[in-house]
């Protein structure tokens, strides 16, 4: 689950056109960012979902830790100080949907606290197992 750090201030201060232009292009670079066989959805507002599938769980690290860098350092030329985050919460496991959703919205929760932070929990081990991730660290 992905939500875009300070959108609200970006349609109050740069516009409603420039809000659209700043959800096309972190779409953009989310495509970017995955493989053919994964989903990236548009949940709403300026939140986000990857389906990933398949995919190991030390790569889901290095993936989703990519994903914020990608938007992170994404540059839109007509604004070029205009900074761009992302906040984004990870599930993993072999649960229901329903509760890996859940836990990836509980995560992103978490990211959001600091913002430009990745939070991920693994369902197939402790309960309270959650990685942090920090402009590319790990915690």
């Known amino acids: 689950m992905i939500d875009v750090d ?3 201030y970006i349609n109050d201060n ?4 420039v809000g659209d232009i700043v959800l096309q292009s972190i779409a953009q670079t989310l495509l970017s960012c995955v493989r053919k066989t994964d989903n990236v959805i548009r949940y709403g507002g300026d939140e986000f979902v990857i389906v990933f599938y398949s995919m190991p769980k030390d790569i889901l ?3 989703l830790d990519g994903v914020r860098r990608s938007v992170e350092t994404l540059v839109l030329d007509s604004y070029p100080d205009l900074h761009m985050s992302v906040s984004i919460g990870g599930a993993y496991g072999i649960e229901k949907t329903t509760e890996l959703f859940k836990a ?3 995560m992103m929760y978490q990211s959001k606290i600091a913002k430009n932070r990745v939070t991920i929990c693994f369902l197939d081990e402790d309960e309270n197992n959650a990685e942090k991730s920090d402009k590319g660290e790990m915690e």
């Open 14 to 17: 740069y516009g409603h056109d």
């Open 61 to 63: 690290k290095v993936k």
């Open 104 to 106: 990836a919205d509980n």
């Open 6 to 8: 300070n959108f609200k």
